[in-house]
């Protein structure tokens, strides 16, 4: 590391700087929350890597361990902390670390807000958040490949509406909308759900004198039909969630948010769902569908 790049009192203000992770305790204007987080960070990632090598993913675990390794602050004011701006290079792999994870979300919320947000605005459309949830089980690739072909057969069911040629469902009320996989775990099992951030014409909600844009148990049916086992479903108007998830970007970002679970579950994860199209997007029907 060059001496003009170090750490040192009277560095130039505005100035980007590198911290190496290995020698967080050497930077005196880093404050302590800052080292704290990152000395947590270092020991999991220690953990992930242990477990990709004792698995055999030595490429990986090479990538993991790199990843981060140095970071990049800068300083506004004298007295002020270290802000961090950014990283020498990044491994990519969303599931099993966090700034990846953070810059693959925002990423995806830069690219899906601002169309939800005119649609919204231009064509008097409400916000909505569905929740499709499947019946928890013990094998994730199962439930990861039964949660997409349930996802499929709902969108196929409502592109065919929109060519004439299907029956008409409750999805079929969606103007626009985003969904997410997601995925948690506990003793019982993986949790396998779709998070959906969603836009219905206000013409075409179910019942516009109470403002519900869908019928949810008719949702309900619909969905165990397509999943054949589960019928679990939630829809949530803005004013039924807490205050920080009202609007759609904080929507999207919550849909979007790291997964909790501990380091062996994490890379199992990684191993199903890693490079697999986990955010859908849905377009404008070709038709309307009937006011209830």
Same mark, same amino acid.
């Given at each position: 590391?060059?001496?003009?790049?170090? %750490?040192?009192?009277?560095?130039?203000?505005?100035?980007?700087?590198?911290?190496?992770?290995?020698?967080? &305790?050497?930077?005196? @204007?880093? =404050?302590? =929350?800052?080292?704290?987080?990152? $000395?947590?960070? /270092? $020991?999991?990632?220690?953990?992930?890597?242990?477990?990709?090598?004792?698995?055999? !993913?030595?490429?990986?675990?090479?990538?993991?361990?790199?990843?981060? !390794?140095? *970071?990049?602050?800068?300083? #506004?004011?004298?007295? &002020?902390?270290?802000?961090?701006?950014?990283?020498?290079?990044?491994?990519?792999?969303? +599931?099993?670390?966090?700034?990846?994870?953070?810059?693959?979300?925002?990423?995806?919320?830069?690219?899906?807000? &601002?169309?939800?947000?005119?649609?919204?605005?231009?064509?008097?459309?409400? *916000?909505?958040?569905?929740?499709?949830? *499947?019946?928890?089980?013990?094998?994730?690739?199962?439930?990861?490949?039964?949660?997409?072909?349930?996802? #499929?057969?709902?969108?196929?069911?409502?592109?065919?509406?929109?060519?004439?040629?299907?029956?008409?469902? !409750? +999805?079929?009320?969606?103007?626009?909308?985003?969904?997410?996989?997601?995925?948690?775990?506990?003793?019982?099992?993986?949790?396998?759900?779709?998070?959906?951030?969603?836009?219905?014409?206000?013409?075409?909600? +179910?019942?516009?004198?109470?403002?519900?844009? +869908?019928?949810?148990?008719?949702?309900?049916?619909?969905?165990?039909?397509?999943?054949?086992?589960?019928?679990?479903? #939630?829809?949530? /108007?803005?004013? #039924?969630?807490? *205050?920080?998830?009202?609007?759609?970007?904080?929507?999207?970002?919550?849909?979007?948010?790291?997964?909790? %679970?501990?380091?062996?579950?994490?890379?199992?994860?990684?191993?199903?769902?890693?490079?697999?199209?986990?955010?859908?997007?849905? @377009?404008?029907?070709? /038709?309307?569908?009937? $006011?209830?």
């Amino acid at each position: 590391m060059p001496a003009s790049q170090s %750490l040192v009192p009277g560095l130039q203000l505005g100035k980007r700087v590198f911290v190496n992770t290995q020698h967080i &305790g050497s930077c005196e @204007k880093l =404050p302590e =929350p800052e080292k704290k987080r990152l $000395r947590q960070q /270092r $020991r999991s990632t220690k953990k992930v890597v242990r477990e990709l090598w004792e698995r055999g !993913e030595f490429e990986r675990a090479r990538q993991r361990a790199a990843c981060g !390794e140095t *970071l990049y602050y800068k300083s #506004d004011s004298e007295e &002020g902390p270290l802000r961090r701006v950014g990283t020498d290079r990044t491994c990519g792999m969303r +599931f099993l670390c966090r700034t990846c994870h953070r810059r693959w979300s925002n990423r995806q919320v830069k690219q899906h807000l &601002g169309q939800l947000e005119q649609i919204q605005r231009d064509e008097e459309c409400e *916000l909505s958040f569905v929740t499709l949830t *499947l019946q928890r089980s013990q094998n994730l690739e199962r439930a990861f490949r039964d949660l997409r072909n349930a996802y #499929d057969r709902v969108n196929s069911h409502r592109r065919d509406f929109g060519r004439g040629k299907g029956r008409e469902t !409750e +999805f079929c009320r969606v103007r626009h909308g985003v969904w997410v996989f997601d995925f948690a775990c506990n003793d019982d099992g993986w949790n396998a759900h779709l998070h959906g951030t969603v836009l219905v014409r206000q013409s075409e909600m +179910f019942a516009q004198e109470s403002q519900f844009p +869908f019928d949810e148990a008719a949702m309900s049916d619909e969905w165990k039909r397509c999943t054949g086992t589960s019928d679990i479903v #939630d829809v949530s /108007r803005p004013e #039924d969630v807490p *205050l920080e998830r009202r609007s759609a970007g904080n929507a999207l970002h919550y849909s979007m948010k790291w997964p909790e %679970l501990s380091d062996r579950k994490r890379v199992d994860l990684y191993q199903v769902a890693q490079g697999k199209q986990l955010v859908r997007c849905w @377009k404008q029907p070709l /038709r309307s569908v009937a $006011r209830v």
